[in-house]
């Protein structure tokens, strides 16, 4: 199970939450998964997220400003939004909408 936990606008795109509880998707992987290819299969637009970090590690940003708060990084180049990054059961997913352009510390 992948947990896909999101944020700003983009929480449109899980259920309703019980009252106090963030709005995840709960997903199987299947075999060969990427980001990417979850992304697509959950009707996210990737076109709406500004930021999204893979098991705690910032993955890919369209913000500048992100690399100045020195997260952990995902990948080198978290600007060329490369998502065919294998995701695996137990991996933690945070989106951030567009609508979230620089997370502070």
């Known amino acids: 199970m992948v947990e896909v936990h999101l944020y700003g606008q983009l929480r449109q795109y899980a259920p309703a939450p019980a009252k106090g509880q963030a709005r995840v998707l709960r997903v199987e992987a299947q075999r060969d998964e990427t ?9 996210i637009p990737v ?4 930021h ?3 098991n705690a590690r910032l993955l890919a940003t ?3 400003a992100a690399t100045l708060f020195g997260y952990p990084q995902a990948q080198e ?16 997913i945070g989106l951030f909408g567009r609508d979230m352009a620089v997370l502070g510390m």
Do not use: C, K, Q, Y
């Open 35 to 43: 980001v990417g290819s979850l992304l697509e299969n959950t009707g």
């Open 47 to 50: 076109d709406e997220v500004n």
């Open 52 to 54: 999204i970090f893979l």
């Open 62 to 64: 369209r913000s500048h």
């Open 77 to 92: 180049n978290i600007m060329g939004w490369d998502l065919a990054v294998p995701v695996t059961d137990g991996a933690r």
